[in-house]
């Protein structure tokens, strides 16, 4: 054995020393070391878990409430206002001129959110600046048509959840870094999902498309 | 318990630890990953329904059908319109791209008053007090027929309203712009008399003698152009391409013929000797003088003095000249490139005398001898007394050309305002510094222009107009399109900008004007106007989008007066002592006159046109030793000298060199001026006499290593 190898052992064995073997007051030390990890993990941990959302998310309020049991009992569907057009495109959110085939600037009910929407908007001829909860990033492609139509069709449902027997509008929750909505990565913060809506990610698509072709697909399929 | 550094390390673990299991990492990291898969600051166009507008493209003559796709109320996208009896289907790079024009960097967003160097912005309304102020002064100087106008064309209601504003503002001075149109339009005045143009039914005639007419490089009506050359060898159809230069049109023809630069009419004239010779010609319509012209061709144009002159064998031109008189559907074609500047009478008169001799006017693959303007017909002119005295009077001058030199010899302002419509002479008229001096001589320029370019520049107030999609406007077929199709631009878009149509300014501006020149503009608007002038044809305009007045050979045949060549008109000659001939190119993906080329259209220009922003120019590398392929050079003509890269190209004659055109833009647009060198600035004006044209087809030049 060389001098520098004796003095390389000498070395480690003088360090071990002091850490684990020595005098009883270092326990102590360990002991404070370790309530103090222990604090600083659940600080950190329920931080991350409660707060960082918070922090993480804006909300923001619609222009004003939607009723939408109130719009599906006098118009009996979806379709009605979210419809397919006749290329196969899909319109969304109802424009405008959509609503104003019921709607004039003279409100039909007595509610204050039609009100609204008859003053602020038919009669100025803006078009109402809803937040889209469902918005995807515009690198996706995605048919309506081709899941919507066909052997199988999907309900809305299995996507967007009961949205049509909502009677108010919830707050839009804007993620702060990418400025989607909340409800595509899911309230849960984890990504657990209880239902097939909960979450509108890329994996649940691919989980969706995995049951149900036998193949998750593939990238340029949706990302063109 | 001693809280010591081992503590501040569980601290410091734990909260990592606490972290690290906690959800934020992972959704930090999608987070992130979708942020950068999607900046916010890169614009993303708004979604929504698509629709397609159909209209028609007034970018050029062509005047295609075009459909435009919308999404959500904004155009995205042009297409060719299928079924439209012009291009059906077809689009050129310019008319695809002609979207970008809606947002060019050099719109003109308001009117705009000079004050200084500098335009400040003005309304509507000040723009028109102004200008009806200057002229009312004029008027009132009893002199209204110092207002002088320079439009871009001479087809459709906007210039006949030009007209009709100056006849009852009292100024017969309207001059138009020149282009195949007016070329072919004086040349059947020459030929047939008053009142006609000239189409070539190129989708039917089985041998085509192109006197350089660029046939897919922007002549005519371009797409219905490449059309017919793209159905050439389905129907077994000749095209022999005579020029200096192998273009595009000559190496897609079935016979390139190499000709000396600017004795094109030598030739068509000599191969008009060899068919008179032959006794291959139908006289059965000649009206005047073809006697005459038998006997000077034969003596001025004999076969071997042609040779000579145009550098072509004998027996080349006579076995060309033979083919086309032999072929069953033979036509001749005019115009070298575009057939807009540096044409002449002679030269026009002379290559459709080829069509006259062998009889295939208005039949079946021949040249068609059409009406214009026919489909307008507006109110009776009421003029005051001022009107009458003024409109009466002799023009000022012969052509634009004739109206620089007059004014640049004056010594008091002969003309006291000029309205210039959607031309650009301060750039594309040869050594336009002239044109842009005897603009200064002006004392009151009013243009009306989408975009603030070389001309508009010079102007003392402008009329911002609407581009072609957001405007209304009539667009009658022109340059040389055998067929009669009326097609109506309509808006696809509310205008970006404060814009109007120019029938609109006029309209406002006579009625600010008040008197008997308002009487003539009594219309609400433009549109109003033009539904009662195309009255007979409105409906099927307005609801169809086009009319189809006529297809097919017209009938009867027309006379063909000879007088004009009998007496044999001097060749023009390039000016200049130097050994060389500069030529300028037209090039397909680049425009001539307005507008400037799109900023689409010039990324698509080859790096052997235009590298960097120098030009390139092309030269047979026999002509001069000592320069290199790719290396620098100077080149110089009578009327400047400018840096230049070569290109060695043995496809161009030796001792000529060739320049494009439509570069050195020096107006206010980042990503068109500055880029090369404006051909124009190189040549000089050589006047034809009589026909009073720019019929500078190049100029003498010479070329050095720099």
Request: proline content about 5%; hydrophobic content about 40%.
């Amino acid at each position: 054995m060389s001098k520098i190898e004796n003095k390389n052992e000498n070395g480690s064995m003088d360090g071990a020393g002091e850490g684990t073997g020595g005098d009883p007051k270092d326990d102590k030390g360990l002991g404070l070391g370790v309530i103090f990890f222990m604090v600083a993990f659940l600080v950190c941990f329920l931080s991350g878990w409660l707060l960082f959302p918070k922090l993480l998310y804006s909300k923001r309020e619609q222009p004003f409430n939607f009723d939408h049991v109130l719009h599906t009992e006098e118009v009996g569907d979806c379709e009605t206002c979210h419809f397919l057009r006749e290329d196969g495109t899909f319109s969304g959110m109802p424009s405008l001129e959509s609503c104003m085939e019921c709607h004039t600037d003279e409100p039909m009910g007595e509610t204050e959110d039609e009100a609204i929407f008859a003053q602020e908007y038919v009669a100025k001829e803006k078009e109402v600046p809803w937040f889209v909860y469902s918005k995807q990033p515009d690198c996706v492609f995605f048919s309506h048509a081709a899941h919507i139509t066909g052997d199988k069709p999907m309900d809305c449902k299995s996507c967007h959840g009961p949205i049509g027997e909502s009677t108010t509008s919830k707050p839009y929750e804007e993620n702060r870094i990418t400025g989607y909505s909340r409800d595509i990565w899911g309230q849960n913060i984890w990504g657990i999902k209880k239902h097939s809506w909960d979450r509108m990610k890329m994996d649940d698509c691919a989980a969706c498309h995995k049951e149900e072709t036998g193949h998750q697909g593939y990238c340029l399929q949706c990302h063109k | 318990m001693k809280v010591d550094r081992r503590s501040f390390l569980g601290l410091g673990l734990g909260a990592v630890a606490g972290v690290v299991v906690s959800p934020v990492g992972l959704k930090l990291t999608d987070d992130s990953s979708i942020w950068t898969q999607n900046w916010p600051w890169t614009p993303v166009p708004v979604d929504g329904e698509i629709s397609y507008d159909n209209s028609v493209c007034n970018l050029c003559p062509g005047n295609c059908g075009i459909s435009v796709r919308k999404i959500a109320g904004r155009p995205v996208k042009i297409e060719g319109l299928a079924g439209y009896p012009i291009n059906d289907g077809g689009a050129c790079l310019h008319g695809i791209a002609g979207l970008q024009y809606l947002y060019d960097p050099a719109r003109i967003k308001t009117p705009l008053r000079k004050n200084g160097d500098k335009f400040e912005k003005i309304s509507w309304a000040e723009a028109i007090s102004l200008t009806a102020e200057k002229l009312t002064d004029i008027r009132e100087n009893k002199a209204p027929q110092k207002l002088a106008c320079i439009t871009n064309k001479v087809k459709g209601s906007v210039p006949k309203l030009f007209e009709r504003f100056l006849t009852a503002f009292g100024s017969p001075n309207l001059y138009t712009m020149p282009s195949l149109e007016s070329n072919l339009e004086m040349t059947a005045q020459t030929l047939h008399g008053a009142g006609n143009t000239i189409g070539f039914d190129l989708e039917n005639s089985d041998f085509v003698l192109s006197f350089g007419a660029g046939l897919i490089e922007g002549w005519g009506a371009p797409v219905s152009c490449f059309k017919a050359n793209a159905s050439r060898k389905e129907r077994h159809a000749k095209l022999y391409q005579v020029e200096p230069r192998l273009s595009n049109t000559a190496a897609n023809a079935d016979k390139w013929i190499p000709i000396n630069p600017g004795t094109e009419s030598d030739l068509a004239l000599g191969i008009c000797a060899v068919i008179i010779k032959n006794n291959l010609f139908d006289a059965s319509n000649f009206k005047g003088g073809f006697n005459k012209f038998a006997i000077m061709v034969q003596r001025e144009y004999a076969l071997a003095k042609v040779a000579q002159a145009c550098g072509i064998k004998p027996d080349d031109i006579e076995k060309m000249a033979l083919l086309f008189a032999k072929a069953k559907m033979p036509v001749a074609i005019p115009g070298k490139g575009r057939g807009k500047n540096g044409q002449s009478l002679k030269e026009f008169s002379a290559v459709h005398t080829l069509n006259c001799l062998v009889g295939n006017l208005n039949k079946k693959g021949g040249a068609f001898i059409m009406p214009q303007n026919d489909y307008l017909s507006f109110p009776e002119a009421i003029l005051d007394d001022a009107a009458e005295t003024g409109a009466g009077q002799e023009k000022l001058a012969s052509s634009i050309n004739d109206l620089v030199a007059k004014l640049a010899a004056a010594e008091n302002p002969i003309v006291d305002a000029l309205f210039v419509y959607n031309a650009n002479p301060c750039y594309s008229f040869s050594d336009p510094k002239r044109v842009k001096e005897a603009f200064k001589r002006i004392p009151f320029v009013v243009s009306f222009s989408s975009f603030l370019d070389e001309t508009a520049m010079e102007a003392d107030v402008i009329f911002p107009m609407n581009t072609f999609l957001e405007g209304i406007e009539d667009v009658p077929s022109q340059a040389g399109l055998a067929k009669n199709v009326i097609g109506l631009a309509r808006p696809v878009i509310k205008p970006v900008f404060d814009t109007k149509d120019p029938g609109d300014a006029l309209i406002l501006l006579a009625q600010a004007l008040g008197g008997t020149v308002a009487e003539n503009f009594e219309w609400a608007s433009f549109a109003d106007c033009l539904e009662e002038v195309t009255l007979d044809i409105w409906d099927a305009l307005s609801e169809e989008g086009h009319v189809l007045v006529s297809e097919g050979a017209p009938y009867g045949t027309p006379l063909v007066d000879f007088t004009f060549l009998s007496t044999n008109p001097a060749t023009i000659q390039a000016q200049g002592d130097f050994e060389l001939t500069l030529i300028p190119i037209d090039n397909m993906r680049l425009t001539g006159t307005v507008p400037a080329v799109s900023p689409f259209a010039l990324k698509t220009v080859s790096d052997k046109v235009l590298t960097g922003t120098d030009i390139v120019v092309e030269i047979n590398p026999v002509t001069v030793k000592g320069l290199k392929d790719c290396g620098d050079a100077l080149l110089t003509t009578p009327v400047g000298a400018v840096k230049v890269k070569v290109n060695f190209n043995e496809g161009i004659m030796p001792g000529v060199i060739g320049m494009v055109r439509g570069l050195g833009h020096t107006f206010d647009n980042k990503f068109v001026s500055n880029k090369g060198v404006n051909v124009n600035d190189l040549i000089g004006p050589v006047i034809e006499s009589g026909s009073g044209l720019d019929a500078a087809f190049g100029i003498k030049a010479k070329i050095s290593k720099a």
